[in-house]
């Protein structure tokens, strides 16, 4: 096993992946990964590799079984172990049976936790090791034997066949349900030749020496002469326990030898001088080759003769069609008289692929017809071709899917090309833009800037960027920077024009202003609560040093609480406070966050109605989930008889209004923007103070306008261009 292991750790809780962290790598024997989100590990395993996985079992969002039935339904085999607190008996069954390794539970002495730990890691990968390595062994010894050429055939010690792989019975025509079991006088005709086998089998059982001799075999291909080795196979004390016999068929070859002495002299001017490979072959193997087919195809003399064309060429052309069908039409085509030449990918000896230009000719020798076949390596060529192919579809590519905006037009602004971001964003098919002139897609305000902008590119020289802003297919616009450069297309002189979407950014930059704002505010109120609330506990703790126990101590133990509440308090909020912000605005469904809050918050005694259009989208801050569970929260706690709570869209000009109303109690006139301060109310105080801030960072304004005594009425004003409804 290797020095280092590398360890994926899952838990919520993130104190407790740093104590692992600092257990489990002192050791030396681990490298130790954190993640408090099982989503995000599966996400990361798509990329990354672990020698072992430890998880949690009770977790938000996905819990460690679910983690577990995802990564097994992936195919990861990586060993698991389920590390956690809670041991119920149906738990741990759960996880052994989904497969996991080890269940290991929370808490006691941390040291022998660990211990513990780091051990079934190390049982469970040496353990998968050991089963990968074995499967590989058997997959790997039997795909050999059982895909041999060669016959492979195993005798016990009463010389009888306890084993025949499929050339055995693919030569000889015998079935093995005829001969397994029996030795080989027993297994039917041609007495003479099994004789033989026999008296050598039993010469290696007696002398324990490798035996190696020729014969000829009747077969139903005729009478085949074959080379065998007798191998005996012993026990680890030393006795022979079996006999191997491993028996090739050297018929073809020996034809093959006795057809290159007949035509050596014929050929050998020919075939030693052509650089490229040159063969002689019947219809089915090669009979002969020349020197530089040995350097092309990379291998010797007698890997190639004797051998089919199907050895090397890969299963399938790269028509699709099979190399067996292909090569067998060509070869048919040549023998019957007509020449061939063809593209080819063939294989060197070591099944590296190369591009080939392949000749069939039939000739015929004597009384015999053969065929002359020719190959020349052009890999150099077709790599070449490839690559001008290559980066011709990359550059295409490159242009139909960038995300800006690109248009090439002549010198006068006539559009030539426009690729398909333009045409989304501006509203027209990719078509309709051609012979367009270029300002007619310009607002007006901008073409005091882009005027010049055109004269320039008349003389073809390079010109200075700018930025304005495009109108856009859904009636708003897009801020975009202007780039351009003199090019040739269709040999002829234009101006390829580069559009970048920079919206989303300056949008992104705008709310990054307004969160570093939030930051400077609550750096200043947390510190200065804290250190106040902090004060006041140690004063009480001050008192509580000089007096004996006594009673009235209750009030101060009282006050000392009070205190700690408020810190905590204080502390969550702070904690909520810096989520704003820290994530980039983008487009949310307010339609689906409203029907998720509706489930989670506490409010079962009331009616809630969402009538927002499904899909509706609002640009804001990802913690809009957060403004809708606070709305619901406040109307259950300050509403009093409130039965229904009702969320709706409303046009405002050319802005939209999501509205949040009740038929509670209402919000006094004076405390209409004192409730959106913090500290105002009866709890926490923050829930719309932290409202308020998180739609403020896209531009979203909130205020009560409803009536007091009727019901409140929240009013989320959304910003042209940053709403979408389907």
Same mark, same amino acid.
């Given at each position: 096993?290797?020095?280092?292991?590398?360890?994926?750790?899952?838990?919520?809780?993130?104190?407790?992946?740093?104590?692992?962290?600092?257990?489990?790598?002192?050791?030396?024997?681990?490298?130790?990964?954190?993640?408090?989100?099982?989503?995000?590990?599966?996400?990361?395993?798509?990329?990354?590799?672990?020698?072992?996985?430890?998880?949690?079992?009770?977790?938000?969002?996905?819990?460690?079984?679910?983690?577990?039935?995802?990564?097994?339904?992936?195919?990861?085999?990586?060993?698991?172990?389920?590390?956690?607190?809670?041991?119920?008996?149906?738990?741990?069954?759960?996880?052994?049976?989904?497969?996991?390794?080890?269940?290991?539970? &929370?808490?006691?002495?941390?040291?022998?936790?660990?211990?513990?730990?780091?051990?079934?890691?190390?049982?469970?990968?040496?353990?998968?090791?050991?089963?990968?390595?074995?499967?590989?062994?058997?997959?790997?010894?039997?795909?050999?034997?059982?895909?041999?050429?060669?016959?492979?055939?195993?005798?016990?010690?009463?010389?009888?066949?306890?084993?025949?792989?499929?050339?055995?019975?693919?030569?000889?025509?015998?079935?093995?349900?005829?001969?397994?079991?029996?030795?080989?006088?027993?297994?039917?005709?041609?007495?003479?030749?099994?004789?033989?086998?026999?008296?050598?089998?039993?010469? @290696?059982?007696?002398?324990?020496?490798?035996?190696?001799?020729?014969?000829?075999?009747?077969?139903?291909?005729?009478?085949?002469?074959?080379? #065998?080795?007798?191998?005996?196979?012993?026990?680890?004390?030393?006795?022979?326990?079996?006999?191997?016999?491993?028996?090739?068929?050297?018929?073809?070859?020996?034809?093959?030898?006795?057809?290159?002495?007949?035509?050596?002299?014929?050929?050998?001017?020919?075939?030693?001088?052509?650089?490229?490979?040159?063969?002689?072959?019947?219809?089915?193997?090669?009979?002969?080759?020349?020197?530089?087919?040995?350097?092309?195809?990379?291998?010797?003399?007698?890997?190639?003769?004797?051998? #089919?064309?199907?050895?090397?060429?890969?299963?399938?052309?790269?028509?699709?069609?099979?190399?067996?069908?292909?090569?067998?039409?060509?070869?048919?085509?040549?023998?019957?008289?007509?020449?061939?030449?063809?593209?080819?990918?063939?294989?060197?000896?070591?099944?590296?692929?190369?591009?080939?230009?392949?000749?069939?000719?039939?000739?015929?020798?004597?009384?015999?017809?053969?065929?002359?076949?020719?190959?020349?390596?052009?890999?150099?060529?077709?790599?070449?071709?490839?690559?001008?192919?290559?980066?011709?579809?990359?550059?295409?590519?490159?242009?139909?899917?960038?995300?800006?905006?690109?248009?090439?037009?002549?010198?006068?602004?006539?559009?030539?090309?426009?690729?398909?971001?333009?045409?989304?964003?501006?509203?027209?098919?990719?078509?309709?833009?051609?012979?367009?002139?270029?300002?007619?897609?310009?607002?007006?305000?901008?073409?005091?800037?882009?005027?010049?902008?055109?004269?320039?590119?008349?003389?073809?020289?390079?010109?200075?960027?700018?930025?304005?802003?495009?109108?856009?297919?859904?009636?708003?616009?897009?801020?975009?920077?202007?780039?351009?450069?003199?090019?040739?297309?269709?040999?002829?002189?234009?101006?390829?024009?580069?559009?970048?979407?920079?919206?989303?950014? &300056?949008?992104?930059?705008?709310?990054?202003?307004?969160?570093?704002?939030?930051?400077?505010?609550?750096?200043?109120?947390?510190?200065?609560?804290?250190?106040?609330?902090?004060?006041?506990?140690?004063?009480?703790?001050?008192?509580?040093?000089?007096?004996?126990?006594?009673?009235?101590?209750?009030?101060?133990?009282?006050?000392?609480?009070?205190?700690?509440?408020?810190?905590?308090?204080?502390?969550?909020?702070?904690?909520?406070?810096?989520?704003?912000?820290?994530?980039?605005?983008?487009?949310?469904?307010?339609?689906?966050?409203?029907?998720?809050?509706?489930?989670?918050?506490?409010?079962?005694?009331?009616?809630? @109605?969402?009538?927002?259009?499904?899909?509706?989208?609002?640009?804001?801050?990802?913690?809009?989930?957060?403004?809708?569970?606070?709305?619901?929260?406040?109307?259950?706690?300050?509403?009093?008889?409130? @039965?229904?709570?009702?969320?709706?869209?409303?046009?405002?000009?050319?802005?939209?209004?999501?509205?949040?109303?009740?038929?509670?109690?209402?919000?006094?006139?004076?405390?209409?923007?004192?409730?959106?301060?913090?500290?105002?109310?009866?709890?926490?105080?923050?829930?719309?103070?932290?409202?308020?801030?998180?739609?403020?960072?896209?531009?979203?304004?909130?205020?009560? @306008?409803?009536?007091?005594?009727?019901?409140?009425?929240?009013?989320?004003?959304?910003?042209?261009?940053?709403?979408?409804?389907?």
């Amino acid at each position: 096993m290797p020095s280092m292991l590398r360890v994926l750790y899952v838990d919520d809780e993130p104190s407790l992946l740093t104590i692992a962290k600092l257990f489990l790598e002192r050791e030396g024997t681990f490298t130790v990964d954190t993640l408090t989100s099982a989503i995000v590990a599966l996400e990361k395993l798509n990329s990354e590799r672990y020698d072992a996985i430890i998880s949690d079992y009770h977790m938000p969002e996905m819990d460690g079984i679910t983690f577990l039935k995802k990564l097994k339904a992936s195919g990861d085999a990586t060993p698991f172990i389920i590390f956690t607190g809670r041991g119920r008996e149906e738990v741990v069954i759960e996880a052994l049976n989904e497969g996991a390794d080890f269940y290991l539970q &929370k808490g006691g002495e941390p040291k022998s936790q660990f211990a513990e730990l780091s051990n079934k890691i190390r049982y469970a990968v040496t353990r998968r090791r050991a089963e990968e390595a074995l499967r590989q062994r058997e997959h790997d010894f039997t795909s050999l034997v059982e895909n041999a050429t060669d016959m492979i055939v195993r005798f016990d010690t009463g010389l009888r066949y306890t084993y025949c792989n499929p050339a055995f019975e693919r030569l000889l025509g015998v079935p093995l349900q005829q001969i397994l079991g029996k030795t080989p006088l027993e297994s039917g005709s041609f007495v003479e030749w099994k004789r033989f086998i026999e008296v050598s089998l039993r010469w @290696t059982l007696e002398m324990g020496n490798v035996q190696e001799f020729e014969l000829q075999v009747p077969t139903p291909n005729g009478l085949r002469s074959f080379t #065998s080795h007798i191998i005996p196979e012993r026990d680890p004390r030393g006795n022979i326990i079996s006999l191997l016999a491993i028996t090739r068929d050297m018929t073809d070859r020996k034809k093959v030898e006795e057809a290159l002495r007949e035509s050596e002299e014929k050929f050998k001017t020919l075939f030693g001088t052509a650089t490229d490979a040159l063969f002689m072959m019947d219809s089915r193997v090669f009979l002969d080759c020349n020197r530089s087919t040995l350097a092309i195809f990379r291998c010797s003399l007698d890997q190639i003769i004797g051998h #089919s064309p199907l050895e090397f060429s890969p299963e399938y052309q790269p028509d699709g069609r099979l190399s067996l069908e292909k090569i067998q039409e060509k070869i048919n085509a040549a023998i019957s008289g007509e020449p061939q030449f063809f593209e080819w990918v063939c294989l060197h000896y070591d099944r590296t692929p190369f591009d080939a230009e392949v000749t069939f000719n039939s000739i015929r020798l004597g009384n015999n017809q053969y065929l002359q076949a020719v190959v020349r390596d052009v890999s150099t060529r077709k790599q070449a071709e490839r690559a001008l192919l290559a980066s011709e579809m990359f550059n295409r590519n490159l242009v139909e899917n960038l995300p800006d905006y690109i248009v090439v037009h002549e010198t006068d602004g006539k559009i030539l090309y426009a690729n398909p971001a333009s045409s989304r964003v501006l509203g027209y098919d990719a078509d309709q833009f051609v012979d367009r002139p270029l300002l007619s897609h310009i607002a007006g305000e901008n073409l005091d800037g882009i005027m010049p902008w055109i004269s320039n590119s008349r003389t073809g020289d390079e010109i200075p960027h700018i930025e304005m802003d495009l109108p856009s297919q859904d009636g708003g616009s897009r801020s975009v920077i202007v780039k351009g450069t003199p090019i040739q297309y269709q040999d002829n002189l234009a101006y390829l024009t580069l559009f970048v979407d920079i919206t989303e950014r &300056k949008r992104a930059e705008e709310a990054l202003d307004a969160a570093n704002k939030k930051l400077t505010i609550l750096s200043s109120i947390t510190r200065h609560d804290i250190n106040y609330q902090l004060s006041v506990l140690q004063g009480y703790l001050a008192l509580l040093e000089n007096e004996q126990p006594n009673p009235q101590f209750h009030d101060y133990f009282l006050k000392i609480s009070t205190a700690a509440q408020r810190i905590s308090a204080m502390i969550r909020f702070t904690k909520e406070y810096e989520q704003i912000g820290n994530k980039d605005p983008g487009w949310q469904d307010c339609y689906a966050l409203i029907e998720r809050a509706a489930r989670e918050a506490p409010v079962e005694r009331i009616e809630v @109605t969402n009538t927002l259009p499904i899909h509706t989208e609002v640009f804001v801050d990802p913690l809009i989930f957060k403004v809708f569970y606070n709305l619901m929260d406040n109307a259950v706690r300050y509403g009093e008889k409130i @039965t229904t709570l009702r969320f709706s869209i409303e046009e405002s000009g050319e802005n939209h209004v999501l509205v949040c109303e009740d038929n509670g109690i209402g919000i006094p006139a004076a405390d209409k923007e004192t409730i959106f301060k913090r500290g105002f109310g009866k709890n926490t105080g923050v829930g719309l103070f932290l409202s308020r801030e998180i739609l403020a960072i896209t531009g979203i304004a909130i205020h009560e @306008t409803g009536e007091p005594g009727k019901g409140a009425r929240f009013e989320m004003t959304v910003p042209k261009g940053k709403w979408r409804i389907p």
